[in-house]
């Protein structure tokens, strides 16, 4: 994992959507899962970020193989 393969995904929408959204995002890729759901008061819509890493093909998953365990700790928290 390196970090010119880290990204950052911000997704705006109704907080259900946008979960489905992050999850959806975590199987196809190793991320940190949802993180920062923020709420605008008087607004309808939330902001989720997610980072991911996309060196990983899609479809892959958010699953790491054995040997890549050991770097992975401070990305996934």
Excluded: W
Aim: hydrophobic share 40%; proline share 4%.
């Amino acid at each position: 994992m390196s970090e010119e393969s880290l990204i950052t995904i911000e997704i705006r929408g109704h907080e259900m959507a946008a979960l489905e959204a992050a999850h959806r995002i975590s199987n196809l890729f190793l991320s940190s899962g949802p993180c920062r759901l923020r709420r605008t008061p008087g607004e309808d819509e939330v902001q989720v970020l997610v980072h991911a890493d996309i060196s990983r093909g899609a479809g892959e998953g958010g699953y790491l193989d054995p040997d890549e365990t050991a770097g992975a700790g401070a990305f996934l928290r």
